[in-house]
């Protein structure tokens, strides 16, 4: 799943429970469960197989879909402020719940064999339920947009 639907499922988790140390680590248990949605990923190991490198337009893709993923953390945690504790409790969520990912990063960007990196990142990947772009980003949207409706009613 790419990173912007499990950042809004992340801030929706803040939003819903404002207590942190129930919230974070629900954010970051509803990776692994919204990774068993039906939904597309850019096939990055094929490509690093294949080409010994990501494509320039899956990297475009992950640079636009990162920034957007922090653009909304960030803009959440600034809309409740000045409270302090529901900002970070909104940054903390959108975080977790894409840190099982950004963990992948020293292993896909830079090479980096480590046992428990590779076999963290085989077990991820064989969690995930994959579907072909049309239909696998629409069931993204789809997320996107109950996380929305739900955000919006709670702040």
Sequence with gaps: MLELPHAAV???IAVLIPNPLLAVPLAFASHFVMDLFPHWNPHI???IRRYGHIAPSTTLL???DSSLS???GFALAFRVLPHITESFNILACSFAAVLPDVIEIPLILFH???VWLRRFSKW???HQSRLPAPTGIFTQLFILFACTLLIL???
């Design 70 to 72: 922090l653009y909304l």
């Design 45 to 47: 190991g094929r490509e």
């Design 153 to 155: 009613t709670h702040i």
């Design 124 to 126: 991820e990947s064989s």
């Design 10 to 12: 992340g801030a929706t």
């Design 112 to 114: 980096r064999k480590w």
């Design 62 to 64: 992950l640079v636009f």
